[in-house]
């Protein structure tokens, strides 16, 4: 049993004891067959919820349990540990990130209508803000609402939606006042996906994830009335930039577990598997890779855990959360590769865990922010006091 922040309190080994028995239950038998149809099916979503797993920190009159971040961020690092990134990767959009922008930024009615059905798993949530042609460049979004006197009327497309084929509730970024300059003039929509004018395009076939649903959304005149708004009127930047050094840090966690995950399936490896007469393990060069790669997990492991206690004390910032997911999503890549090379050719057969581990790390440099983003925004604190 995988517990990532080292925890001695029984809650946490409690739940996580119980994610173990989740994941040897209901997806180990499955997750092969999932990965080939790449999507895993929505009652998996009904058993998440069942199960207490989904919304944790979520207070309990929304729906959630009142529990804290590191009891919340414990469950989809097990399953990342588990090699199941598809799952955990879903989850941390639908409770790490949708759930809470309705709990920071939504009006009582809008949390009481969503929360206890996202924590349920009755609902499952995504977040729509990459376009076909802005994914970095945010301001650049074509998407656009307008106040037609009674509804907000939606045309626009957005592209690569974690969740996006399940979803039943889609947060929609959207430009609200065209002639804004810069990042103003975007708002934040709650769509349900059952409105008339929202379709959904195909399910994207990616490099790893392969059952995590990654989607084409459209919206074609597409009306939502105007309590649908979340975070008031062209204030979704904003909102956006609030709400994501909870999104980097939760990538992180999961980098993290992933690394802890490879190097132990890789570990075991090495000491079976023999070469000129004895177990690969034994030879120096692999050795010292291996203590390089503890280093690096220990290090990134101590730098979260820190970030978390500043989260939890509100005073996580933008610069250091982007070091965050920087240096795990980097070190997490890079770990992939060696612990994929100790394997020799059998790490690149599928039937390896390693090679999915490997495959699934790759978009963790480039989701919630790339790497070459991390860098801009961490080097603006460095120069933020001089002209
Ligand atoms: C599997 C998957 C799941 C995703 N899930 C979601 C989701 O749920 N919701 C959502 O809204 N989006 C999602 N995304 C989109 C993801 O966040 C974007 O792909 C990402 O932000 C990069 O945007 P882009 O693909 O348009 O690349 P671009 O912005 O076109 O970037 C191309 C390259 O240029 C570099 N670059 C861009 N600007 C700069 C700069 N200023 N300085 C230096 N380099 C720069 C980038 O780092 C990158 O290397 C997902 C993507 C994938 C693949």
């Given at each position: 049993m995988f517990n990532f922040?080292?925890?001695?309190?029984?809650?946490?080994?409690?739940?996580?004891s119980s994610v173990k028995k989740f994941c040897d239950t209901?997806?180990?038998?499955?997750?092969?067959?999932?990965?080939?149809d790449g999507i895993f099916p929505k009652s998996l979503w009904h058993k998440l919820g069942e199960s207490g797993f989904l919304c944790i920190d979520i207070p309990e009159k929304y729906g959630g349990q009142g529990a804290d971040p590191e009891l919340a961020m414990s469950v989809p690092s097990a399953i990342t540990y588990e090699n199941y990134g598809s799952v955990s990767v879903g989850m941390s959009v639908h409770s790490d990130i949708v759930a809470?922008?309705?709990l920071n930024l939504g009006?009582?009615?809008?949390?009481?209508?969503?929360?206890p059905k996202m924590a349920s798993g009755d609902y499952i949530g995504a977040i729509a803000m990459t376009e076909p042609a802005a994914g970095s460049d945010l301001q650049g979004i074509k998407t656009h609402a307008k106040f037609d006197g009674s509804n907000?009327?939606?045309?626009?497309?957005?592209?690569?939606?974690?969740?996006g084929q399940h979803a039943d509730l889609v947060i929609v970024a959207a430009k609200t006042n065209l002639e804004a300059k810069g990042s103003s003039?975007?708002?934040l929509f709650l769509v349900e996906a059952d409105n008339e004018g929202f379709s959904r395009g195909r399910n994207l076939e990616k490099l790893g994830l392969h059952s995590s649903d990654t989607s084409e959304l459209f919206f074609n005149e597409l009306k939502v009335p105007e309590s649908a708004l979340l975070g008031g009127e062209d204030k979704g930047f904003i909102s956006l930039m609030e709400e994501l050094p909870r999104e980097r840090l939760a990538l992180a966690v999961n980098a993290v577990a992933a690394i802890r995950g490879m190097l132990d399936i890789t570990s075991n490896y090495a000491q079976e598997r023999e070469a000129f007469g004895k177990p690969i393990s034994q030879f120096q060069h692999l050795r010292f890779k291996f203590a390089e790669m503890e280093t690096k997990y220990r290090l990134n492991s101590a730098f979260i855990k820190e970030c978390l206690n500043l989260f939890q004390t509100n005073s996580l910032d933008t610069g250091t959360a982007s070091m965050a997911k920087l240096a795990s999503t980097e070190a997490q890549c890079e770990i992939a590769d060696t612990c994929l090379q100790m394997f020799g050719g059998y790490?690149?057969?599928k039937e390896y865990p390693i090679?999915?581990?490997?495959?699934?790390a790759r978009i963790q440099k480039i989701y919630g922010g790339t790497s070459e983003i991390m860098l801009e925004l961490i080097s603006r604190d460095s120069f933020s006091n001089k002209s």
């Open positions: 922040f080292d925890s001695n309190r029984e809650d946490v080994g409690l739940l996580l209901h997806i180990e038998p499955n997750y092969d067959t999932w990965e080939t809470h922008y309705i009006t009582e009615e809008q949390k009481q209508t969503y929360l907000w009327v939606i045309n626009g497309s957005k592209t690569f939606i974690t969740n003039g975007i708002s790490g690149y057969m090679s999915r581990a490997f495959a699934d």
